[in-house]
């Protein structure tokens, strides 16, 4: 299972989606922007257990924002959405309002449909992207990718029945390991965030559950077969929650 991948960007894309078709039960395929989605959607194709999702990446929000009208459509088209959030982070601040336009746009949108799950990007913007969650209750449910908020933040995300999303990259810090040892853990699902995430120096592949699991069962002090059993079965509900099961 991975709950977040951008599989169209590997650079031998067609052959990593063959071999997550072969490996995976489960693989999303979450887009930066809508007229990626439709590309990726045309040369890759669709497969049972592949789900290619449109978003709207906030880092190249403000690159296309004319797109935006086109994700509001190919929503009402599809169960789930992403990548879609706000980056706080100061490379990206001058671009917040564009990033809160759209953002906000789509959650509203997705409340609009009665619910879609959302894979939500939350770089140092965790507190306005749950003000924005709360404002639209109906929006469906959210997944924040690679979460690397505050202790408080983490609270109050558990709080608004938020799921998380987490990978090996993740445990790279020891910030990012702190983090993943007071996740929920029944709301605890795999992501690779490849090819973007990377160990060793390679991009994390989508069947990379296992190692996850790993390093999750070391941050719970648990035994891996005790972790991995956590992933599978959160997976599974929430891809029930996502009526994709």
């Not at 990593?16 to 489960?26: H, L, T």
């Not at 690159?63 to 992403?82: N, P, W």
Request: proline content about 5%; aromatic content about 8%.
């Amino acid at each position: 299972m991975d709950f977040h991948c951008h599989l169209d960007l590997y650079p031998n894309a067609r052959e990593v989606y063959k071999e997550a078709c072969r490996r995976n039960a489960f693989t999303w395929l979450v887009t930066t922007s809508p007229k990626a989605f439709e590309a990726t959607s045309r040369i890759l194709g669709s497969s049972s257990n592949v789900l290619i999702t449109p978003g709207l990446h906030p880092e190249i929000a403000h690159e296309r924002f004319g797109e935006l009208d086109l994700l509001l459509k190919q929503i009402a088209t599809v169960r789930a959405v992403g990548e879609v959030g706000l980056d706080g982070s100061s490379r990206f601040r001058a671009t917040y309002e564009v990033q809160h336009k759209v953002f906000s746009a789509v959650v509203a949108r997705c409340e609009e449909l009665g619910g879609r799950t959302l894979s939500i990007h939350s770089r140092q913007a965790v507190t306005y992207v749950l003000a924005e969650l709360s404002m639209h209750p109906r929006f469906g449910t959210a997944v924040l990718h690679w979460f690397s908020g505050t202790a408080a933040e983490l609270k109050a995300a558990d709080a608004q029945g938020c799921w998380f999303s987490v990978g090996p990259a993740m445990f790279n810090s020891k910030s990012g390991r702190a983090l993943a040892a007071r996740l929920p853990r029944d709301r605890v699902v795999p992501e690779s965030d490849g090819p973007f995430a990377q160990l060793g120096g390679k991009p994390i592949m989508p069947w990379s559950m296992p190692e996850t699991a790993r390093y999750l069962a070391e941050a719970w002090s648990v035994p891996i077969d005790n972790a991995m059993h956590v992933l599978e079965n959160n997976s599974l509900r929430l891809l029930d929650l996502m009526q994709l099961s």
